[in-house]
Each structure stands twice: as C-alpha cells, then as structure tokens.
C-alpha cells in the first residue's frame, strides 16, 4: 500500500504531480478547517503545507500516521520542530526555492519607496496630476544597510550594487572576509550603522533577539529621511513605534511585506501614503512556487523512503535504522558543537570533524550538519541542514573540515571535533542510544552528556573536591554524576560534573576564588 500524502495549502501543479510520479497517493484539501485537519490527519503519512496551517504537538499528536512535514517554502515559523522531533516526526522545507524572488521583490519595495510609486499611482487613479508631489531620490550613490548576510541579504547585496549603491551591513554570525568578497563592509555593532544608511533592510530570521530589534531607541539614530524595508520577517520593526516616526517625517518611507499576524487589512501604517504595503509577496511569483513545491515533493518522498533528507530541520532516525548509523549520531554531533562552542566562547576559524570505526564509510554531511547547529543554535540561529552545513560554515568564517578514520579505539564507532585544538570526543551507548563524552581536552572519560554541566581543569590535590561539593552543597546546587579524570606524568586533573539546578555566576566566582582552576566552564546541553 503507497504511502499517504495530504496537501492542505496550495501548492504548484508540478508538486503535487511529482508527488504522484514516485508512487505517492496524494489528496489535496484545501481550506480546511482546524478541527477538520485534526479530524482527518491520521489516515496520513506525510503533511504538506505552506504557512498558514499551524502544525503544533495537537496535530501531531492525531497523525498518528505522520512521518514527514513538508513546508513548501523557506520559513517554518507555523511548525513545532520541537514537538515533531518528540514524535519521530521528520520536518523539511525548502529553503532556496524562494530566495531570488524575496531579493528581488525587496529591490522592488526600495524603487518603490524610493520614487513613491504606490502615492503616485493612488493619486492619477483619483484623476489627479501632482508630479510636484511626488519628488522622489535615487538610489545611486546612497548607502544600503543590510541587517544580514544571508542567501536573500547577499542577492539583495548583488542587485544594489548595480545600482551603484554603497552597501554596508550588519550580521553578527557573518565573518568579514566573507562580506569583503560581496562586495560589503561589515559592522560590529548595528547602531554604528543606522546614523549612516539611508536605507534599511532586514533579512534576520525571527528569534528573540531579533523580534522588536528597531524600536525608538534605533529609530531615533538613523538618518532624517531614511528608507526602511522589510520583507524578511515580522516583527523586527516594532510597528506601532514605526509609524509615529513616519509621522514625524524622520522616517521618510517604509515598504513592509511581513506582519505578526496575517491576514492583515489594519495596522498603524495603513494611513500612510509613504507605507508600500503588501501581503506576504516576498515568495508569491511563479518561478518560486514552482520550484517549491516540486522541491518538497522530493523531500517527503525521501523521508518517506527512509533515505536522508538533505533539508531536515530535525533529522530523526527511521525504524529501519540501525544503531551505528550517522543518523544516530546527530544529537551527539550537536552536542559536541554546542560543547566547543561554550568552552570557546566564539566560533571557532578551523573545525575537523572526526568520524571513526564503524562511521567511516557514511556520508558526513548529516554529521557536519550536526555540529554546526549545535554551534548555531545556541546562539539562537537558524537550523542548519546537510544541505548548506559548508556554506553556512564558510559564511560563519568556519574552515570546516571532515575526515574518516578506522580505528576508534575500543569503541564500535566514535565522532570527535577539533575547534581550533579544543577537543571533544564522543560516542553513542545503550537502548536509548545515550551520547557518552569518551574524550576532552586530551583527558580519558566515560560520562552522560546532558543538561547542566561543570567542568574543571586544576593542579590536583586533596580537598579540592570537598571544597567543589560545599560551595555546590550551600548554593542548593545538586550533583548528578561525576567523573575526575587524570593523564599519565601530569599532575593536572579534569572534573566532569553534570549537576540538578542552574548555577549562578556569584557561585561560579566563589569556585574560581577558592580552587583557582586553570579552566572552569559552566555549560548547558
């Protein structure tokens, strides 16, 4: 019997038929309603949508069936990865399907604004002729502020160059020789931009950081008569403050594509004929919804199959995988990448990724994959996928690099990351496949790397670990498990401590002040 397929949003034609030409049986409903869809989604091995059906735990949880959600687009802000993940549930997208057609409906908001086509165009359709009106300024010469850098910033970077603007930017996760290339000078800090630019435009993805970014403290900076843009993601622009700006005439235009909650038909910039306004066009041309949706098309046939997707947003193992595969090593390969990352406390320049035993002969990419989101993640970036793991490294100023070795000491198979001569070595044990940290910093362990973690570097000597236990003892801080670890001829010592509660910085400087270690970190996995 052929797997199952529900398309809920429109798609293009080209999708569903390839759907069908793998053998899939495809129903599309489309305008269902919430109950509707729960009512329903059982009978389904794989969902597709686009970005208005909400896929939380609920509806997961009545696909009981469900194997794959496939978004046929780029943001996947209407799925809970998270629960997907609990469930065994495989989430993927398509993520460059769209992103000439965001750049360039983004170029078309800034001619827009920049001409007042849309004022313009209001005003003759009223029967009127006020060219005087209508004075607008050119895009030569001025300064484009990118906030950043990535597929759709860089393509946007691109088409402004040709029209001869000076192209700054600000991304935080975005190495300067990387933005030299394009063509851009890179910022450190986002108010060392907003006094120069004359125009704006965001291409963030949404995470806490992100949300409410420009608000009256930002806006106040910037230029008089400034041109902002935002056909990225809602809510960077906090928009209540937006508009009393556009009001004030400091802000001299706005083109926005994306709202907090849509549909929209009001909000404090309608009133303006200076706002060009439209809904969620970013993705809407045909090119793009084509190449979508024959591109998840191919996706859920993957996940269904059992064969890697190369655009999970969470890869989880299939009931056909056996317990060394690469797959079954991506929460430990996240885990070594958050790892490097907190003990480093920047991203690393070189990074070798260290497959061993019986990995040797898999595909790394799912593996590479993993460290960088570990890495990522952690500071609140976007997932990365086997699929761009290189190129967000390199973009990230990441040397990442992979190698496949035999031996793996007395383990069946073993994944270690170098992160600039920081090593972390680990490997995956037990029914529930449990990733274990077999190796750090040069010395030999055998510990469960979960939750809240301590680790200590010190010259060894005794009463070192009664001091650790009673400062942890009367900060109410619980230990877990524990392990001290030792090199031959060096009187050094590793402690790895996995502990209950959160610890605080002021007990944190307590342990510093009292066993003086050469390193302490304070992690959370």
Known sequence: MSNKVLVSEKIADAGVEALRERGLAVDVRLG??????????????????RSATKVDAELLDAGKNLKVVGRAGVTVDNIDIAAATERGVI???????????????????????????????????????????????????KTLAICGLGRVGRLVAERARAFGMDI??????????RAEQIGVRLYDSIDDI??????????????????GMFGPEEFSKMKDGVILLNAACAGVYDIKSLSDFVAAGK???????????EPVSDSPLHEFDQAT??????????EALNRAGVQIAEYVYLGLSGSLVPTALNIVASADDVV?????????????????????????????????GTLADKDLDVLAAGVMDGMLSYRGNK????????????RHGVDLQTFLVGESDEYSSKVSVNADGLTVSCTVSGDDQQPRIVELLGYRTQIDATGRTLIFEYVDGPGRMGIIGTVLGNAGVSINTMQIAKKAFSDMALVYMNVQQDVPAQVLQELRAKINPKNLWYIKL
């Open 324 to 356: 060394d595969t690469a797959t079954s090593y991506i929460p430990a390969c996240q885990i070594l990448g958050s790892m490097a990352l907190q003990m480093r406390g920047e991203l690393p320049a070189k990074l070798k990724l260290t497959a061993a």
């Open 32 to 49: 269902l309603s919430r109950d509707q869809l729960i009512d329903i989604i059982g009978e389904y091995d794989a969902l597709v949508v």
């Open 168 to 177: 700054v930017a600000y991304d935080p996760y975005c190495a300067a020789d």
């Open 91 to 141: 989430v993927c997208n398509a993520p460059t399907s769209n992103i000439v057609s965001a750049a360039e409906h983004t170029m078309a908001l800034l001619l827009a604004c920049a001409r007042n086509i849309a004022a313009a165009d209001k005003s003759m359709k009223a029967g009127e002729w006020r060219r005087n009106d209508f004075v607008g300024t050119e895009l030569y010469q």
């Open 383 to 394: 997932r990365v996928t086997p699929a761009d793991a290189f190129s967000v490294a390199r």
């Open 194 to 211: 907003l006094p120069i630019a004359d125009f704006i435009t965001v291409h963030m993805p949404k995470t806490p950081e992100t949300q």
């Open 277 to 286: 306004l439209t809904p969620h066009l970013g993705a809407s041309t045909k």
């Open 251 to 261: 802000i001299a235009a706005v083109g926005v594509d994306m709202w907090m909650s």
